[in-house]
C-alpha cells in the first residue's frame, strides 16, 4: 500500500513518472543473493509487486489521457498533441532487429562490377590531337571507358492509315497502327506510366508534369485511364504468378497491414516466398478471407469430413451444434448459398451465433481447400502469430522476430530484473544465430541438439514473473519456431512479407488511396508484377513494355518462377 500511495500521491500532489522511474532503477536489491530464504521469497515477491504496480500506474496514466482527449472531443476542443521525436517522449524501440542482425552471417557482396552490367549501345573514339604529339609518339591502343547516358526525346510519328471501300460488301478496310498503341500513345509512353506509378511509386499528376515537360502532351486523366482501364492481361499475369508461386516451395510467407479504398478501411494480404510477391486489397483480414486468397480466385466450398468436424472442435464449439451439423452436412460439399441455408436451421436468429457461423464456415471452407485438386496446396505457412493464420494448412512456422518482440515490450524498471531480462534476450539471440548455423548445414543430430537445447532455454525461471510467464509462451510454441528443424529452407523470419507491406506503405505515402474498384485491381497486380520481377532480377519497365507492345519476347515472370525454384529444389534433394 506504502508503494502504491507512493506512485500516485506525494502531499496530495501527482508525483513525476521520471522520477518514479529513476527511483525504482536504484532500488538495487538482488534477492538471489540474500542468504534468509524468507526474507529472499518476500523481496522477490515485492519486486514483482513493484513491476506489476508499475506497469498498472502507467497504463491507468495513458486510460486517462485517452478519456481526456474523448472529453475535449466531446467539448469541441483539440486532444494533445502527439509530437513525434518529442525529447520529452521516450522513444522506446521494440524492434529486435538490431539483435537478429548481430547474429546474421555478413552477406556475401556481389562480384559483378558495375561495368559488366551495362551493355554499350555504341561505341565512339576519342583521338588525340595530333597537332600536339611530339615526332617519337607511338600509338599504345585504347583505353575503355563506359559513360551512361539518357536521352529524352520525343518520338512523334504521324501514320497514314490507308483505307480501300468494297462497294460489293459494303465494307470499309482500314490500315492498322503497330501493336501496342491505344488512344494516340505508343507503348513506350504506355510503359513508363505503369512503371512510373507502381515501380517508381511516382503520383498521376507528376508522372503528367513531367510527360508533358518532355513534350508528350497528355491528361492527367487519360494518363488515370491507362493505369486502370485494358489491363486484363497484367490481371492475367498475377494470376499465373500466383500458381507458380504457389508450387514453388514447400512454405508460403504471408502478412497484412491496413488500406484505405474510397474512404474505407480495408487491408492488403502479401503473399509470398523468395521467388514472388502478390498483393490482394480485402475488406476483411479474417480466416475465410486467407483462404480466399490461397484458393487463386476459384469459388470457395465447403466440406464436411472428419477433418471438418476436429476443427470445430479444436474451435470449442458446443457438442450440440456439432451433432445437429452433422445430421446435416456429413460427407457434404457446399457451395455458399447452400452453407447459409445450413447456418439459417441451426441459428434461425441471425443475431445470434455469430462466431460460431464463422467457425463452422472455416472448418469447411478448410476442409474443402485440403480436399481439392484443382490447384497447389500450401503445405506450410510462415507467418506472424495472429489467429486468421492458424490451422488453415497443415503446418505453420512463427516469426522469431515477431517473438523476439515481445520481450522488447517488457520495460522493468526494478535493476535486477532489467539484468534479468538482458541476460535472458543475449541467450535468446544466441540460439537463433545457431539455428542460422543449422540451416547452412542441417542434420538430424543437430536437429535434436537444438530442439533439446531450446527446451532447456525455455524452461528458465528468473523469478521476474513478466519474464518467466513470456518464456512459458514462447516454449508453447516450440513446433511452430523449430518447424525449421524439419524444412531448413523455411527463413526464421517473416520479413519478406513485412517488406511487402512496407511497399504498400510508401505508395500510401503519395497515394492515400485507391477509389475505386478497378483501381483496387490495377494497383494489385502491377505491384505484384514489379516486385516480382525485382526478385527475379528483371527489368520492369523492359517486362512492361515487352506485354504493352504485344512482342512477348520476354519470357513470362510465372515461367521464371517455376524455372528458378526447379534449380533451388534440386539444390536441396542432392544435399
Known sequence: MAIRWYMTSKQGCAVNPEKISETLKQLDIRPDEIEDKKLSEAFSILLNLVEEMYADYNGTIAENQKLKDEINLLKGEQPKPDIRGSKKKDNIDESSEKERKKREPPKEKKSKAKKDKIKPNRTEKCLVDKSILPADAEFKGYQSVIAQELIIKTDNVEYLKQI?????????????????????????????????????????????????????????????????????????????????????????QIDDTGTRVNGENQYVQILCNPYYTAFFTVPKKDRLTVIDILLCGNERRYYFNKEAF????????????????????????????????????????????????????????????????????????????APQFKHITKEQGLCWIHDGRHYKKLHPVVTLNKDKLDDFLEHYWDYYAKLLEYKQSPTQCKAEELSGEFDELFSTQSGYEALDDRIAKTKAKKVE????????????????????????????????????????KSKDSFLTIAQTAKKLGVSVYEYILDRVSKRFNMPSLASLIREQSKSIHQFFDTS
Open 164 to 252: 480501300y471501300y468494297s462497294p460489293s460488301q459494303n465494307k470499309t478496310y482500314i490500315g492498322q497502327l503497330p501493336l501496342g498503341f491505344k488512344g494516340g500513345y505508343g507503348p513506350g509512353v504506355i510503359s513508363f506510366i505503369y512503371t512510373q506509378k507502381h515501380a517508381s511509386n511516382v503520383s498521376e499528376p507528376r508522372i503528367t508534369e513531367f510527360l508533358n515537360n518532355a513534350g508528350i502532351f497528355i491528361s492527367q486523366s487519360t494518363v488515370s485511364r491507362f493505369l486502370t482501364k485494358d489491363v486484363d492481361i497484367f490481371h492475367q499475369e498475377k494470376s499465373d504468378i500466383i500458381h507458380a508461386g504457389l508450387s514453388s516451395s514447400v512454405y508460403q
Open 310 to 385: 476436429d476443427l470445430l472442435k479444436t474451435f470449442r464449439l458446443s457438442n450440440k451444434v456439432i451433432i445437429q451439423l452433422q445430421s446435416q452436412v456429413a460427407a457434404r460439399t457446399l457451395d455458399e448459398k447452400q452453407m447459409e441455408e445450413v447456418l439459417g436451421k441451426l441459428f434461425p436468429n441471425p443475431d445470434k451465433g455469430k462466431n460460431q457461423r464463422a467457425r463452422i464456415k472455416e472448418a469447411g471452407a478448410i476442409a474443402a481447400y485440403h480436399n481439392q485438386t484443382d490447384f497447389p496446396i500450401v503445405p506450410t505457412l510462415l507467418s506472424d502469430d
Open 481 to 520: 519456431l523449430l518447424l525449421v528443424l524439419k524444412y531448413p529452407e523455411l527463413p526464421l523470419h517473416n520479413n519478406n512479407s513485412e517488406l511487402g507491406a512496407r511497399v504498400e506503405k510508401r505508395k500510401q505515402d503519395v497515394s492515400l488511396q485507391t477509389i475505386t474498384d478497378e483501381g483496387t
